[in-house]
């Protein structure tokens, strides 16, 4: 047994037999650029090998969900030439990947808001949902012009006729306000990447009681075994959600 196959089994075994959600803030495309006197485009297409790096070692590391930050609704402030070509790359991703990931048996999902998106992106985001549909294998999740907050108030608004709803019905709505056809789960693990340690708008509620971890590596150069450290810095962790460890006896 190699050693992913067997953190893979340690992570079913310490979650309950449940694959993890790990959630993943890829941080530091454009400094990765700056460093080698390129452009920021140039550090988000890096990126992206670093994204296919993660998904192929994802499953055998007893992730069952995936979702990375791919566009956030503060990233609009970007120079346009930027915003531009990062949803051509995001695009282009979607065309490109969705028949391979349908043939690893990867479901491929957009959560965020539609409306400000270019047309050719709505449409490659419908293609690539319908072509992937199904997969079991991984379920991966891109983040695309979202907000936490914005997320939440748009469910919000969906419950004003109910005095009272529990948590997992919101979850639910939240789920909807996002365009996911499952209510919203909870986050295992939040890792970013790039230094930085805060949580920039991302899976506020699905973060509740997630583990945080900080890597200092730039996402162009983040590989598996990164990955991998990540999920046993995991497993290192007492997970209490609130209550007392119970006594040995």
């Not at 915003?83 to 490109?96: D, M, P, S, T, Y």
Request: charged fraction near 25%.
């Amino acid at each position: 047994m190699n050693t992913n196959e067997m953190t893979g089994r340690q992570t079913a075994e310490n979650n309950g037999d449940r694959p993890l959600h790990v959630a993943i803030i890829p941080d530091g495309n454009g400094r990765w650029a700056a460093q080698r006197g390129l452009p920021r485009t140039a550090g988000h297409r890096a990126g992206v090998e670093a994204v296919w790096r993660v998904v192929e070692a994802a499953p055998s590391l007893g992730i069952g969900q995936l979702t990375l930050y791919a566009f956030s609704a503060d990233n609009w402030e970007r120079p346009h030439e930027e915003v531009q070509g990062l949803l051509a790359i995001l695009e282009e991703f979607l065309r490109q990947q969705a028949p391979v990931c349908r043939e690893q048996g990867i479901e491929l999902q957009v959560i965020g808001r539609r409306d400000r998106l270019p047309a050719g992106l709505r449409s490659a985001i419908r293609q690539a949902q319908q072509l992937t549909a199904g997969g079991h294998r991984l379920r991966l999740r891109l983040a695309v012009d979202y907000s936490a907050r914005d997320a939440i108030v748009r469910a919000a608004c969906r419950m004003l006729s109910s005095l009272e709803i529990t948590r997992e019905e919101f979850a639910r709505l939240l789920g909807a306000a996002c365009f996911d056809r499952y209510p919203s789960a909870d986050v295992d693990l939040l890792i970013r990447t790039g230094g930085e340690q805060r949580l920039s708008d991302f899976l506020l509620w699905e973060l509740a009681y997630a583990e945080l971890v900080f890597c200092p590596r730039l996402w162009p150069d983040f590989e598996a075994a990164d990955l991998e450290a990540a999920v046993a810095e995991f497993h290192r962790r007492e997970r209490r959600f609130g209550r007392v460890p119970v006594a040995a006896d």
